[in-house]
């Protein structure tokens, strides 16, 4: 989830601590709520004054209890060697923006239920301190306002809880499915869904509460956290179809079997008439007729300048062969995207597993045809499983060999 328009505060445990200027909202309901509501109703006689202090110091432990929150799930992942990017908070809470995807069922697990753990710990602190307050102390304010704390964390760790992507309780609905179906995509792209059906009923609920003439602002921030849930559960499905797709197509399925090869000594203008029917297909360039010794992909050049095009020859401007990365055509796709992502290649040489042979390549427009966008539910067509990978691992970019 990326949330726009935020300014760094600060850094806690390492991770770049942000807030959303929407935040003043939260900030202003909150003391609203406290100084206008709680405390009357609890002490009607207490001076306006020693209302709002308090309710702009419940309002800072607020925004604490939800950046403990946070920071439990960020300093959990860390133990998972998966890195938080920043903490965010905002107008519907906290996100701890992770780096990468947890690389096991158990650290999704873990990394999930750290935030709600945090919260946890937070209402029993805050329950203490109650207490504590109550019985040692002669404030009457203090501990109105650890209790409301104390119920906030409560309600924090609670709600998080519904098994829905992204909430917490989804990501632990997703360790779980994770575990059972050994497929982590899948079982990201389920736990999605069940957010979509929660996001989708919270709006439902709240807009007929709504047209019935209930006007109170919790109806209207269920349908706001509704839609919220909703957009984001929906990409969430299309993150995990399109990656579980990709983990599901080998490389042989896009690629062009024995590119006709064409001599390097062609000028780039011969070369691109000479390929003109498969713009895509990245072709091995020979030189008196041997093994390839550089490889060019067509549609690259059309935008060469039409002078420079005669004058060039293809050979001088291609990817020498020793450079241009490999892959297997067994490989997932998906593990050559993630292999060679700092690359960014625009052409792969693909070889047979058993041979060690090179049988064709694959362009980076034909990698592009596997990222088609999947329908609403994230369904995909034609999901081609593998046998099993290559056991002898990924070939070493550019090399050529494992
Ligand atoms: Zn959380």
Known sequence: M?????????RIFGVPVQINLSILFVAAFVVWTVAFQILPAVYEDSGTRDRLAAAIASSLLFFISILAHEVGHAVVARRHDVETESITLWFLGGVAKLLRQAPTPRAEFQIAAAGPAASFIMALIFAGATWLTNRFTGWELMPVVLAWLAAINLLLAVSNMFPAAPLDGGRVLTAGLWKRLGDAELARLLSARCGMILGGA???AGSIAIMFGRYGFGWLSIVVMGLFLLFSARSEVIGAAVRGRLNHIPV???MTRY???QPGSLSVAHYLSATASNPNVATPLTHWGHEPVAYALPNRLSGMDPFAQSVTTIGSIAIPADVVPRAW???PLGRVTERLAQLQPTIVVVHDPTTGAEIGTISSEQFGQALVVPDYWGRLAELVRLPEDDPRGPLVPGSGRR
């Open 329 to 331: 055509s067994t490989e």
């Open 259 to 261: 590119p006709t090869p």
């Open 252 to 254: 042989a399925a896009l």
């Open 2 to 10: 990326n949330v726009p328009t935020s300014i760094r505060v600060g």
């Open 202 to 204: 919270m709006t439902i």
